[in-house]
């Protein structure tokens, strides 16, 4: 008995005619006819109740199908679950609240992993979670250490402070620090998909005037060409340098600054243990 016989007996149940289920197989009348055939060999058992012109399941036939069904789906179940195994085994995957951090943990783990592929995306913190119980991910980036919890352990790896960056002409450029509230209501350059950072401009700044950019080569560009305010971070000064038309503010609200921690499962922590080492 194969599994394929199996398919195209649920697909005969589907669709009730040869023809039909021939089509959504994209196989032929007669394959599908002699592979019905060779089931009931296999079983030594009738399925169908054949007249002249029409074939239909009998009553054991129609309980074939519902085993079927579940044979079906198990194996599909079976390869899908296989394959997230193997790519698991061979991925270090990395899910983060924030651009830097995930940056980061992406080079420290390739230079402790490199015979696995790195994997990195930034999603919403809820999510992040729940992809880590569901192991998707190996460690995940948090703005906050984890409470108790029997399964998840975290470390603190990073510090981000974000700066006001503004044009030469700007009026604040003289002020030693700024709030959120001093620039709330003008109009600023900022990148997209900067994670949580982006909930807390938003909500700190609810009059000021974003002005998304998708690609950081153009937000670079306008940077250097406009005179806009925008947003940097130590971290992002460290990495890509100062523009030479700009000037750097400090921001004096706490929110402007986050510890970043690594979540990752206590189950992991042996395999783990000198990269998590070398991340402090």
Same mark, same amino acid.
């Given at each position: ?50 007249? *002249?012109?029409?074939?239909? $399941? ?24 296989? *394959? ?19 940056? #980061? ?116 560009? $306008?940077?250097?060409?406009?005179? $806009? ?5 130590? #971290? ?27 979540? #990752? ?10 990269? $998590?080492?070398?991340?402090?």
């Amino acid at each position: 008995m194969e599994l394929e016989q199996l398919r195209h007996l649920v697909a005969f149940y589907e669709h009730q005619t040869l023809s039909h289920a021939a089509k959504a197989l994209h196989t032929s009348q007669p394959v599908l006819t002699r592979s019905m055939q060779k089931l009931e060999e296999e079983l030594e058992i009738s399925l169908f109740e054949r007249s *002249k012109n029409r074939i239909t $399941l009998n009553e054991t036939g129609l309980q074939a199908v519902e085993y079927a069904k579940r044979i079906v789906s198990d194996s599909e179940n079976m390869k899908k679950q296989l *394959k997230e195994y193997d790519r698991r085994l061979h991925t270090f995957s990395i899910g983060s609240c924030a651009p830097a951090p995930c940056t #980061y943990l992406s080079q420290k783990a390739s230079l402790f992993f490199p015979n696995k592929i790195i994997s990195s995306e930034m999603k919403d913190m809820d999510l992040l979670l729940q992809g880590l119980k569901d192991k998707a991910y190996t460690v995940i980036v948090m703005p906050y250490d984890i409470d108790d919890d029997n399964d998840i352990e975290s470390i603190p790896f990073m510090d981000e402070k974000l700066y006001f960056s503004l044009p030469f002409d700007h009026p604040f450029v003289h002020r030693e620090s700024l709030s959120l509230k001093d620039m709330d209501g003008e109009k600023m350059l900022l990148m997209s998909n900067i994670g949580f950072w982006n909930q807390i401009h938003q909500k700190a700044m609810p009059h000021t005037k974003f002005l998304i950019q998708q690609d950081r080569s153009v937000f670079y560009d $306008l940077i250097e060409l406009s005179s $806009l305010p925008s947003f940097t971070s130590d #971290y992002s000064m460290k990495t890509d340098g100062i523009p030479e038309n700009r000037i750097i503010i400090p921001i004096e609200d706490e929110i402007a600054q986050a510890t970043f921690y690594c979540w #990752y499962l206590k189950e992991n922590e042996k395999s783990l243990k000198s990269f $998590l080492y070398h991340l402090t």
